[in-house]
Structure formats: structure tokens, C-alpha cells
């Protein structure tokens, strides 16, 4: 599985951004497509998961109710609509991919075996 993530860029607090990952290679049975962020200086912690086919959702609670996960199938792309930005959520966001995964580890990065190379996120305030 390739992923590559895209979308970020510079923003001011309370603005918004939509993230953009390209899945090619789609792994087959049950499998979840991750978003994560890692701050710098910090580990790379989960923001939100998407599962397949099923479609359920998974957030990180700092997150929730400002950002949004969601696909396009004929696009092969997961979004991550990201709303009222605040400053604590720069970070460079990953997406990435996991195959055969269970519900209970969606929010765990070791789950995930590809991941895409990082789009940089950075909010001012």
C-alpha cells in the first residue's frame, strides 16, 4: 500500500484545512486508514480513523467535533476536514494504512504498516 498525504500548509487559529491522502494499492478484507500527528519534540500521537469497508470512524477526543474523516471511493482519497485550527494542533499529519486490523488498536501507530511522508500543518495565533 502507497499513501501520500497532502493539504497542509500555514493558517491562523479558528481557520480551517482539508487534508488529502491518494491510497493506491488498496489491501483487501478489513483494513483502516489512520491520520496522525507528531508535534515537534513530541511522538507521534492518532487524530482519527476511518475502517473499510464498514466506514466507522474513530477520534481522538481533542479533536472531536472540529475535525472530520471521510472518503472517496473513485477517488481512492481519505479526507481529514480539519476546523477551528487551534495553534496546539500544528504538527506534521501522517496518513497511513492498516491491514486486518481490530477495532481496539485503530489509535495505536504500531498497528499501521505504510505510511505516506507527512504533510506539515502550522496554526498562529
Known amino acids: 500500500v502507497q499513501l501520500q498525504a497532502s493539504g497542509g500548509g500555514l493558517v491562523q487559529a479558528g481557520d480551517s484545512l482539508r487534508l488529502s491522502c491518494v491510497v493506491s494499492?488498496?489491501?483487501?478484507?478489513?483494513?483502516?486508514v489512520g491520520w496522525f500527528r507528531q508535534a515537534p519534540g513530541k511522538e507521534r500521537l492518532f487524530v482519527a480513523a476511518?475502517?473499510?469497508?464498514?466506514?466507522?470512524?474513530y477520534y481522538t477526543d481533542s479533536v472531536k467535533g472540529r475535525f472530520t474523516i471521510s472518503r472517496d471511493r473513485a477517488k481512492n482519497t481519505v479526507y481529514l476536514q480539519m476546523n477551528s485550527l487551534k495553534p496546539e494542533d500544528t504538527a506534521v499529519y501522517y496518513c497511513?494504512?492498516?491491514?486486518?486490523?481490530?477495532?481496539?488498536?485503530?489509535?495505536?501507530?504500531?498497528?499501521?504498516?505504510?505510511w505516506g511522508q507527512g504533510t506539515l500543518v502550522t496554526v498562529s495565533s
Open positions: 497511513a494504512a492498516a491491514p486486518r486490523i481490530i477495532t481496539s488498536s485503530v489509535g495505536v501507530s504500531s498497528s499501521y504498516g505504510d
Open positions: 494499492g488498496w489491501p483487501s478484507g478489513r483494513f483502516a
Open positions: 476511518m475502517m473499510w469497508p464498514g466506514g466507522s470512524t
